[in-house]
């Protein structure tokens, strides 16, 4: 079989972990199970490029359940698990092209050892197949009946290019549906942001002044974490709304020059580039700890921290020390790439249960319905999302109420006042 990964042997332990996941998705074994007796994505290739983890590895068993030849690649140079990467290529037949620590030639390579493979689908978390197809491969368009998006930053390329008028297939933003966002990236980037500073420094979070750089749906999931462990929260924000959301939760609101000199530990969660740079190395603590969690490595300005440094070294695995002039030490996280997903092993399984198991039906809905679809992004049917979040329920033990019809009725009227 074509693929590319560190090291076959690790096969054994990476299946171990796979399993581990696997008991925590109960909804996805479910979505598996329903796959394997109607077989709904039949003679259909499938192409992703997702962050090749314990969790993606059930998704892509899940879909080749359905009946669909799968390839994968990384969606991001240092998050891939080589045991997972092992696994699927020994265990289950499904070629993969990710090794932990590749460059960005290897990362662009795998990218197109997936897309020599035809896909009819692709699977995206920031957009990379679609981008790599609209630039240097339209040729395969044509063939392609739909996509789907796992991220905010890649949802927000994808607008732009629906936008601009040159999305060429349908996509379909997983990231959007209620029970992903809400829950992946609030919950999921809390714990699994707060486990990668944890693991990588061994550090106290109770006490230390911990900014955290936008409020959205994962800086929300960090701030409260971080608070729970005893940190003093500050929120930077551009946005007024969601600064005064941070307000009223009790966090302290500043602009980043301010919170600069401040902080003990800083997470950049926006999406956004140069979030900290230039003009906040300068005025950082020594000691303090960079980490940035949003998507690409662009939040933190790493190269103007290299070059306003006299030196750097690895003290620690994942922490790379920069000496500043005046022998301020500051020390940057897992190169400036997703801290989560680096140091540690990305969001819990059960997490990931909700957003894959939108993703699975989401696919299952680009093959039943692509030829509806026009080349625009769309939302996750209201349907798929409430039923993920009635089965999520259900394999808790969770029961809720029932609306009766007089309520149902009376919810759906005008005519009923003081
Ligand atoms: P969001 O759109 O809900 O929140 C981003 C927030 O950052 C917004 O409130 C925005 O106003 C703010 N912001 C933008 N520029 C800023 C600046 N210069 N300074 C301060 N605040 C600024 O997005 P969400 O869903 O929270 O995602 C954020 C990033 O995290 C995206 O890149 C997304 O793809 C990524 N992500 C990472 C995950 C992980 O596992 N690490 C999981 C899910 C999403």
């Known amino acids: 079989m074509n693929c590319d990964i560190k090291d076959s042997k690790l096969a054994s332990v990476g299946a171990d972990r796979v399993n581990w996941a696997k008991q925590q998705m109960s909804v996805l074994n479910m979505i598996a199970e329903g796959f394997e007796e109607r077989k709904p994505l039949d003679g259909l290739r499938i192409g992703a490029c997702l962050h090749v983890t314990t969790e993606t590895a059930n998704l892509m068993t899940t879909l080749k359940s359905g009946g669909a030849d799968v390839a994968l690649c990384a969606s991001n140079p240092l998050s891939t698990q080589d045991d997972v990467a092992a696994s699927l290529v020994i265990n289950d037949g499904i070629p993969v092209f990710a090794r932990k620590g590749e460059n960005r ?46 991220t905010t930053t890649g949802v927000i390329r994808l607008r732009s290019m629906e936008k601009g008028g040159v999305l060429a297939y349908p996509i379909i933003a997983v990231n959007d549906a209620q029970t992903k966002h809400l829950f992946d990236n609030r919950y999921g980037t809390g714990q699994s942001v707060i ?24 800086g929300k999931g960090v701030a409260i974490r971080a608070k729970g462990l005893g940190a003093n929260v500050i929120v930077t924000e551009v946005d007024p709304l969601r600064a005064l959301e941070a307000v009223m939760e009790g966090y302290r609101v500043m602009p980043m020059e301010e919170a600069a000199g401040i902080g003990n530990v800083f997470v950049t969660t926006t999406g956004d580039r140069d979030v900290i740079g230039s003009k906040h190395f300068g005025l950082i603590n020594d000691g303090a700890i960079l980490a940035n969690a949003g998507h690409f490595d662009v939040e933190i300005d790493v190269s103007a921290l290299r070059q306003m440094s006299v030196s750097q070294r690895y003290v620690r695995p994942y922490v790379e020390q920069y000496i500043m002039p005046d022998e301020r030490r500051i020390n940057l996280l897992a190169d400036g790439r997703l801290v989560n997903l680096s140091s540690a092993e990305g969001h819990p399984a059960s997490v990931m249960d909700l957003s894959f198991s939108n993703q699975a039906l989401s696919v299952e809905y680009i093959a039943q319905r692509h030829a509806d679809l026009g080349n625009q992004v769309y939302a996750v049917p209201d349907d798929i999302d409430t039923e993920v979040a009635r089965l999520k329920l259900n394999v808790m033990g969770i029961r809720i109420d029932v609306l009766t019809d007089e309520q149902a009725e009376y ?7 003081t």
């Not at 662009?108 to 978390?125: G, K, R």
Request: net charge negative; proline share 3%; hydrophobic share 40%.
């Open 105 to 150: 030639e290897e990362y662009y390579s795998h990218v197109n050892a997936v897309l020599d493979t035809q896909p009819h689908i692709t699977l995206d978390d920031g957009a990379d197949l679609v981008s790599v197809l609209h630039s240097e491969r339209q040729g395969q368009i044509p063939a392609l009946m739909g996509g789907t998006e796992e």
């Open 195 to 218: 486990d990668g500073i944890l693991r990588a420094t061994n550090m106290l979070m109770a006490g230390a002044n911990f900014v955290v750089c936008g409020f959205g749906w994962c």
């Open 411 to 417: 919810l759906s009227s005008w005519q009923t006042g």
